[in-house]
């Protein structure tokens, strides 16, 4: 939530913002702003309701904003309404300082009551203005900027990832982060602050991820971070391996679509290191083959899609290892005073690696003794870093708000880990084994057929774009594959979805079939192919359409029963939702593209949310 993006150097501070907050867009865009600072002009702010472009037009009808520092935001609104007012910068009273921040500051109240009563005037309803006043209020006791910085953020309790500005050093630029991203960028004679590397990818790869509790001073010279003490911190340095063409849509309508089209070969390299001689192989892995055989129960926890991913992962490891697994969403397990402990190993999944119930349930599952292993995308983050294991997952940078190759590389992730396990407990024979290895292989493959056409899911779309609601209905793994393609409907083309337990149909849900209604019936699962033929005779008998999807063995079987069916290639049973989901994905994708919407950025989300 909310992207922020920092520069100091010698050449003009906009154009490397705006360039950077476009990258950033993804993760807030209600409002953006940029201030620099120049030693004629001090400090110059332009901000504005809207998406980026918004503030381009804006800051192309006016004079250039001069200065080689500066600071850029985009928002996505928590306390304020999405207006110029409560855009970032926010600026102090008298306008010493400029600063953007991502998070929430939990105390704003007790703050700003206490500035109101030292005469302090407040422009905005946003939490993030009380760190521009106190910091200006703290000038009064404290001449440099970071002792000031350090008096503030004494007072601050909430999360935070900060950039600041002040408007007698148009150098110099300071950072501060606790629980929200934010990384350093080392260029040659200048310096960046990000919330993420796309934002900063076209000037430097060579980064630094902050932690909890450090501040940073940035000018054209080099940065210095030091600790929540002040005592100097040498950061190590990351290279980040993927190019700026990996963050740029490379010709195709939105990034989703490029996303759904990179799977295969996200796949390929989540995969292919990690199968050595026909074994799974997790080079990366402290965790010891001692430590599976200790673990009692396994927890997944995590949120969204990743979560389904869980899903999934419960009846595949179950199946798999024999072990039990428990799935919660990270929002609910935190609270629930989760009985775990140091027999169980806790899997958390999150492709930002910063969402804060994921990250808030990975400190209260280490709190109590659990092993934390967590399956995440993006290198260097918060969750990967205070979790013993970390498996990455590879699938280079996801841009589209909603997820789909960060889903197909976590899914097959977790596979193959619980098959490693399974090996580990002496749980899985040896030709089921080899079986699911050599589809391990082959999987990359049969996805680049599933989308190797499109025009079957763009005719289903071109029918079904005006429902009302659909439903998607399967068993054991196509129930858990439900879930997501339901989801993925519901975020880009805001039509009302429900998933159900085929089961359960009949114990409530069937009551809002009728002519017309549009059931999406997944039959990918082999042993329960009888089941959902029995679900799809009683919605069909009830007046709906029924759209199946399955493997290409039984395609024609489903298609005496069904009024359309999709198919993708058979696999072993353990993948087959990874084949699965691309159909929902791209069945998703049209029907958003023939309502008009705004596919890469749904209303009121945002990528990486970092907020309760
Ligand atoms: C849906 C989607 C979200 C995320 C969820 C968790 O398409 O992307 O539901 O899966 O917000 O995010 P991460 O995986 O970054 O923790």
Redesign the pocket.
Known sequence: MCGIVGFTGITPAVPILLDGLERLEYRGYDSAGVAVVSPREGLQIQKCKGRLQVLRDKLDSQPPLTGTAGIGHTRWATHGEPNDVNSHPHVSQNGRVAIVHNGIIENYVEIKQFLLHKGVTFRSDTDSEVVAQLLEYCFNDHTDPLDAVYAVLERLEGAYALGILCADRPDMLIAARKDAPLLLGYGDGESFIASDATAIIAHTRDVAYMADGEVAVLTRAGIQVFDEYRRPVEKERHFIEWDVSAAEKGGYAHFMFKEIMEQPEALRRTISPRLREGQVAFDELAMTAEDVRRFRRIFIV???????VGMVGKYNLEKLMRTPVEVAL?SEFRYSAPLVGADDLVIV???????LD?MAALREAKSLGARVLSIV?VVGSS?ARESDDVLYTWAGPEIA????K??ST?LALLTMLGLWMARCLGRVDSAEYAAIVSELEALPDKLAKVIASTDIYQYLASLYFNQQCIFYIGRNLDYALGLEGS??LK?ISYIHSESYAAGELKHGTISLIEPGSLVMSLATYAPLLDKAVSNIAEVRSRGADVVVLTTEEHAERMGSIASHVLTVPGTHPVLQPNLGVVPLQLFAYYVALHRGCDIDKPKNLA???TVE
């Open positions: 995590a949120c969204g899609s990743s979560y389904h990270a999944i999150s492709q930002s690696g910063e969402t994921t995308n969750i708000v909603a997820t789909t960060a889903y976590q989801l993925k975020e990528k990486s949310v």
